[in-house]
């Protein structure tokens, strides 16, 4: 059974830095790529970040582009989210999930998804 169990988030003021974790079990860690969403009240989840091993492609959404960071800790089947410069209007709740095929930037081409953490930024 897959399972991503996330952790980290909380409450920072703007441009502080927090870093999200997300720890997978059930998976060879290496064959899937692993996105970090993110869904505000009453909006759509969008994404934030990917990487594939794989293809050995990190991506980012323009919108984190130069401030988020994802990496990765094989030892611990553990991914993980750096967030610097963080905004008011990266608020949200960070969800990290696994795709093994189709397109990166959409919600339904993952699989498996943790359970979500908060993420708020105060002006």
């Known amino acids: 059974q897959v399972q991503l169990v996330q952790s980290g988030g909380g409450l920072v003021q703007s441009g502080g830095s927090l870093r999200l974790s997300c720890a997978v079990s059930?998976?060879?860690?290496?064959?899937?790529?692993m996105g970090w969403f993110r869904q505000a009240p009453g909006k759509e989840r969008d994404f934030v970040a990917t990487f594939s091993w794989s293809a050995g492609t990190t991506l980012y959404a323009d919108s984190v582009k130069g401030r988020f960071t994802i990496s990765r800790d094989n030892a611990k089947n553990t991914v993980y989210l750096q967030m610097n410069s963080l905004k008011p209007e990266d608020t949200a709740v960070y969800y990290c999930?696994?795709?093994?095929?189709?397109?990166?930037?959409?919600?339904?081409?993952?699989?498996?998804w943790g359970q979500g953490t908060q993420v708020t930024v105060s002006s």
């Open positions: 059930g998976r060879t860690f290496g064959n899937y790529a």
């Open positions: 999930a696994v795709r093994d095929s189709g397109t990166y930037d959409a919600p339904l081409s993952y699989n498996y």
